[in-house]
């Protein structure tokens, strides 16, 4: 081939080369922009539809409590006292749907609300003060910046910090009772939110060195070698030793409580936001890996209420599991690779399109007012299976919100 020949064919195959991987980058291209208005859709729907519905949940329930569940058989909305675990999500729903809407109507009842859980500020009586006030009053704070919220949320870091014992390094979950001595629960990751934002917010730093603290027991007693997560450590105050590794809302002791796993995922997250822990976000990573590559998890990416529940594929889901992990898994993308956050983002977008679908989001006017069908509460009591859940809410607005913040 002469020299002139050789340069053009050179030529012809870097133009082809060219060519076909601006038609990739615009087919992929094209796909961003199909899944980015596929979502701003999907949120906006979601979000109108939430803001109609707890209109009617608000009217549901009765001022001094808050929505808990919805009992078809006998067509009511189950409500709790506002010391109940789950106290802090309607507030924090209406602030959600708030902060997308700017819906009046939705702000007083969030309001209303509020001021009924403020009391809680001084209670101890558990671990769960994170859950109750940091996703109700933490979102008023970050919405309106009112000093009585912060003022709120100090108080009820102070009142958490009084469940921690030096002797285990870790926050009592519960009191003693015939069934533990000193039980500290995978759910408890949760509750450091409130106590490491107080601290980097001006309050007394002690609260978030307990997070820290806590959060490292948690790595070294409460993970089996594939990063699943034992749902409850029984510890004796005196020792400090681990008595017993066991469940109390999963299939068994050795099971993977799928709601478990996803506190643990969203708590090492979170953790890594508060403190830029290496370790943390390792942990949330492998968590992630235990969740996202399970044989069980099923291929709507809703999972089973346990990852090793007794009958998959016939097993119900649990939505607020779903929820939850979707959340999680969209903060986590922000702290990754890119090969890393399309994995993380893709998974929860596929949770947030199955949990809008008809399978699990209601129709208006149905489901009491909730928005999230099958949920799974505790199973082993037969407790709120397979119904809506206020915390099913919470996290897929959450999600809802977090998509959008990050990836529209
Ligand atoms: N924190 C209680 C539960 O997840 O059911």
Redesign the pocket.
Known sequence: MKQSARKKSVFIVILCLWISNANFAQGSSTENTSTKNRMTKLIDDEFNFAAQQYKLLGKNVARDVMPVTFNKKENKVETSNTKW?CSGFFPGTLLYIYEYTKDAEIKAEAEKRLAILEKEKHYTGNHDLGFMMYCSFGNAYRLFGKPEDKATIDTAAASLSTRYRPSIKAIQSWDSSKNFKCPVII?NMMNLELLSWASDNGADPKFKEIAITHANTTIKNHFRPDYSSYHVLDYDLTTGEVLRKVTW?GAADSSAWS?GQGWGLYGYTMMYRFTKDKNYLLQAKNIAKFILNNPNLPADKIPYWDFDAPNIPNALRDASAGALIASALLELGQYSNKKEKKEYVAVAEKIIESLASDKYRAKLGENGGFLLMHSV??LPFKSEVDVPLTYADYYFLEALLRYKKWYL
Request: proline share 0%.
């Open positions: 675990w759910d809302q709601r509460g505790a």
